[in-house]
């Protein structure tokens, strides 16, 4: 296994452009699994899922709530449970100490916001199904995201009884009407100007690396995943100097035929495995 992890370390130092696409996997190693119904889930959301019925955080995103104050009860609660006086997880930190002074890129569907609280770049970052943190009007009236971070605090910070207070409700400042968190629960998703701008950004990435030393790495990303997975994979196999490397554990990790060769695939804890990289690449600098 040492020598796989070397070989990993190697071609993420001698590449000259590193894309990281990240999914679900990533969070369950800093100790978030949106889908379960875990110990975490019950502390956290026990009583919605009392009251409501659903056995996950992704169930509680989907969730028809029956009023305003319900609904921004459970969305701000989810974003204190990401965010509120936490500070960057150690994975979040081993991977950016391993790519902080590479060319990279990141590419996510994890709306947790960890990647910007761990000091990556938002211009080196596209969410493509939005993050926790930004308001969109529900009725998509107009084609604008706004911070939520304020507003979101204080209904986290004021509940009552599964409320949050009426006069806390954010509205559109637009057309008055309802606001909802920007990630996609529907097809009022807002792909505004700064996803459009990310999405090109993390296109030009990959166009600017062609013909150069490419690190495609994976991180918890499912099967399911064809947003992230199927590129990195397409790019893998078109572009001659790629190299795909792919972090996950049993069965989700998964290497086709067709890109073997260039791909190195391990099976494991995501953050043991950064863990392990970290301690080698500082290990290395030091002589």
């Known amino acids: 296994m040492k020598e796989k992890y070397r070989k990993v370390l190697t071609k993420i130092e ?13 969070s369950i190693s800093e100790g978030i699994h949106i889908f379960a119904d875990d110990l975490s889930f019950q502390e956290n959301f026990g009583h919605f899922r009392e009251k409501y019925g659903f056995r996950s955080i992704i169930q509680g995103c989907f969730y028809p709530y029956p009023s305003q104050e319900e609904k921004w009860a459970f969305f701000s609660r989810m974003f204190g449970y990401f965010l509120i006086n936490k500070k960057a997880s150690p994975v979040m930190k081993y991977l950016y ?18 990647f910007t609280q761990a000091g990556f770049p938002k211009e080196r970052l596209f969410e493509i199904e939005g993050n926790c943190r930004n308001l969109q009007c529900s009725h998509t009236c107009h084609n604008r995201i706004y911070p939520g971070d304020e507003i979101l605090n204080k209904m986290a910070q004021n509940q009552e009884n599964g409320k949050v207070p009426s006069d806390l409700i954010p509205t559109c400042p637009e057309c008055g009407g309802s606001m909802q968190v920007h990630i996609e629960v529907d097809r009022n998703f807002l792909r505004d100007e700064s996803w459009q701008s990310s999405l090109e950004a993390y296109q030009d990435f990959i166009k600017k690396a062609h013909g150069e030393k490419l690190v495609l790495l994976e991180l918890g ?35 086709p035929e067709e890109i ?28």
């Open 14 to 26: 001698e590449a000259d452009a590193i894309v990281i696409g990240a999914s679900n996997g990533l």
């Open 221 to 255: 990303v499912g099967a399911r995943n064809q947003m992230i997975k199927a590129p990195f994979m397409n790019v893998t196999n078109h572009e001659e100097n790629a190299t795909y490397i792919t972090l996950n554990k049993g069965r989700e990790l998964y290497i």
């Open 97 to 114: 100490e391993l790519v902080k002074d590479k060319n990279y890129f990141v590419v996510t569907s994890n709306i947790d916001a960890h």
């Open 260 to 287: 073997a060769p260039k791909s190195i695939g391990i099976d494991g804890n995501i953050a043991e495995v950064l863990q392990q990289l970290v301690q080698m690449k500082c290990a290395d600098s030091a002589f």
